[in-house]
């Protein structure tokens, strides 16, 4: 049910916001690949991950910034369960 509300909260947002970056919707598909994550769907907790780091840069820019670590670790996560130990250290250590 979880995933189901996130998603129509996606929906809502992006109806709402068009296909510019924002940062509910960065943060929303943050929370989708928790859930894919938990699911063991890493392909899609990856790819979400990345629209949503993404989305962040372009909030942000190259400067330090607490949701772009957190991302930058989940996706290190998701790597290493994937099996990418190089991509996953890079991520990591970004």
């Known amino acids: 049910q979880a995933k189901q509300q996130l998603e ?18 960065a943060a929303t598909l ?27 840069r372009s909030f942000h820019g190259d400067r330090d910034h607490p949701d772009i670590a957190a991302t930058l670790h989940e996706l290190g996560l998701v790597s290493r ?3 990418d130990l190089t991509q996953a250290k890079l991520q990591l250590e970004e």
């Open 8 to 25: 129509e909260s996606l929906r809502m947002n992006r109806s709402l916001h068009g296909d510019r970056n924002h940062p509910v919707i």
């Open 30 to 56: 943050h929370a989708l690949d928790l859930l894919s994550l938990q699911a063991g769907d890493l392909i899609h907790a990856k790819l979400r991950l990345e629209v949503s780091l993404r989305m962040k």
């Open 81 to 83: 369960q994937a099996g």
